[in-house]
């Protein structure tokens, strides 16, 4: 039901010029990596230019899509009868790399009905994304790494280099590399060159540190500290985000929204813990 959603709400923006990317589960399916039935989905996240998405949510209310409650980019659409919702994330930014221009020029190929990300930024995003976004390293983003490193096609090193290379663009190394090592622990094989330039070096070990110990366990104060040791100029946006994020996600953008935000994020991140 979410892939046909998302099949139909991809030709309409393709009627409008605009490229929709999937991403996570859906990416996942989209490649082949997982066939239907294999792994479960919730929603299907996409990713777009930021140019794009004030059309790109007007062809989803032309679709029946409204905004989803209490979320700041989520959009629903009621099925029929006793089925779930329709939900489509929608994303113009990604955490682990700062301009997501660069993946729309370069990190695309073509998939089964329209632009996917190439294995190694699939790879990198379904590597970060726990991390940086939950907190937290699932056996779910082990087993997608794995499928996603295992399908690459005829020379693994190749695969491997480009991960690596990207990785290093990207200042990643701390955030990819708790789930590298679990993967080179085997029974998988990351060769050996790419392993040593995934090995965070320097002042890198001290944030791996702390990505390693949410790896281990789950804590709400790192959810929250970990996007910000990668970038530290998430900050800001946690502390003043778009005006966009706040008449979504509190019904106001005014001056006195602003000044509360801080202590939302507090209480939060207390009444979590």
């Known amino acids: 039901m979410l892939l046909g959603a998302l099949e139909e709400a991809r030709a309409a923006a393709a009627g409008a010029g605009i490229e929709v990317v999937p991403l996570k589960g859906a990416a996942l399916l989209e490649a082949g990596i997982y066939q239907i039935g294999e792994r479960g989905m919730s929603d299907a996240d996409l990713l777009l230019r930021p140019g794009d998405l004030a059309v790109f949510e007007g062809l989803l209310q032309s679709l029946g899509y409204r905004p989803m409650e209490n979320s700041s980019d989520a959009w629903l659409r009621p099925s029929a009868g006793s089925a779930p919702p329709v939900i489509l994330d929608l994303h113009t930014g990604l955490w682990h790399i700062k301009h997501t221009d660069e993946l729309f020029d370069w ?52 695969f491997w280099a480009l991960v690596a290379r990207k990785t290093g663009l990207y200042g990643l190394r701390p955030v990819l590399w708790p789930l590298v090592r679990r993967l080179a622990a085997g029974p998988f094989v990351v060769p050996e060159g790419a392993l040593a330039e995934l090995e965070p070096r320097g002042l890198e070990k001290i944030k791996a540190a702390f990505f390693e110990k949410a790896a281990r366990k789950h804590s709400v104060p790192l959810e929250y500290l970990l996007p910000v040791l990668h ?43």
């Open 231 to 273: 970038r530290p100029g998430l900050l800001l946006k946690y502390a003043a985000p778009e005006k966009r994020f706040m008449v979504r996600r509190y019904g106001s953008a005014t001056a006195a929204a602003y000044a509360l935000r801080p202590l939302r994020l507090l209480r939060s991140l207390f009444r979590r813990a």
């Open 107 to 158: 990190g695309l190929e073509p998939g089964r009905r329209g632009p996917v990300l190439n294995l190694a930024d699939l790879f990198i995003h379904a590597a970060a994304h726990p991390l940086l976004h939950h907190g937290e390293l699932t056996p779910r983003a082990l087993e997608d790494c794995a499928r996603i490193a295992g399908h690459a096609p005829g020379d693994w090193e190749k």
